[in-house]
């Protein structure tokens, strides 16, 4: 794949900027998370090499190289902010997930775009925001006044941004590798981070569980993967326990709900999961 002539000086001056120790590190994050623009600057510029080597696996998916790097170094500020030092985890292992899952979206909404009418991507946006405000309530969001005559557009959009543009083969550049999704980037084999980040989370929700029922719990675990080869999808949960993809949905958010409403499982799963829509 050709570089541009902005990513050919980018990619030559990576060098010029040293990896911090552990001690370093650990010091620059503390200076970031106290709003530190320099020290925020000296993270990125330091990790540098790990943020292009995850972006180099979404080339060709509708952002530049350039882009994705800039979302990768979204994420690592995001990782930066909810460090924690105290769980022993080295940063770079935690960040990965942070990093990836910013790098994803932002595939994500630049391929799903296409396919969504502005019109619903607006109703849409407007929910979510409703939906923050209500802390995470479904039931209560969907039926006020302003959406309810709009349940079925809201619903549509929610389940082919999740799902059906997952399986949607995207990328039109001559240089992409023969019509992967994100499904396929999304699964990609796990890297050694990935999978410490993975072990921490099982752990969290391992010791959570008490607080569900059993199908509640069955529900979460399948979501996210947790005692299972993999994670799968809502509808893919509903084949399995005979319910609508949107009942799982309901009956997930519930119990994710149920254990936000401790403090300490809140703080811990929140270093893993994005609440802004639970």
Known sequence: MQQSRAESLYFRDINKYDLLSDEEEL???????????????????????????????????????????????????????????????????????????????????????????????????????????????????????????????????????????????IGNSPDDDGGRSLLDIINEPATQEDESAMRELTGIINKAMMRLNSREEKIVRMYYGVNFSKSFTLEE??????????????????ALRKLYKNPTVREEMNDYIDDKGM
Not at 238 to 254: A, K, Q
């Open 27 to 169: 010091e620059v994050i503390e200076r970031v998370q106290k709003g530190d623009k320099k020290a925020a600057d000296t993270l990125i510029t330091s990790n540098l090499r790990f943020v292009v080597s995850v972006a180099r696996k979404y080339r060709g998916r509708g952002l530049s190289y350039l882009e994705l790097i800039n979302e990768g170094n979204l994420g690592l500020l995001k990782a930066a902010q909810r460090y924690d030092k105290e769980k022993k985890v080295k940063f770079i292992s935690y960040a990965v997930w942070w990093v990836r899952q910013s790098i994803q979206k932002a595939v994500f909404e630049q391929t799903s775009s296409v396919r969504i009418p502005m019109n619903k991507i607006t109703l849409v946006n407007k929910f979510k925001k409703a939906l923050e405000a209500n802390d995470g309530d479904f039931d209560k969001t969907i039926n006020q006044e302003e959406f309810r005559g709009s349940k079925i557009d809201i619903l549509d959009v929610l389940e082919k941004s999740v799902e059906i543009s997952l399986d949607t083969p």
């Open 237 to 254: 949960i509903g084949e399995e326990l005979n319910l609508t993809r949107e009942r799982v949905r309901l009956i997930r958010d519930r």
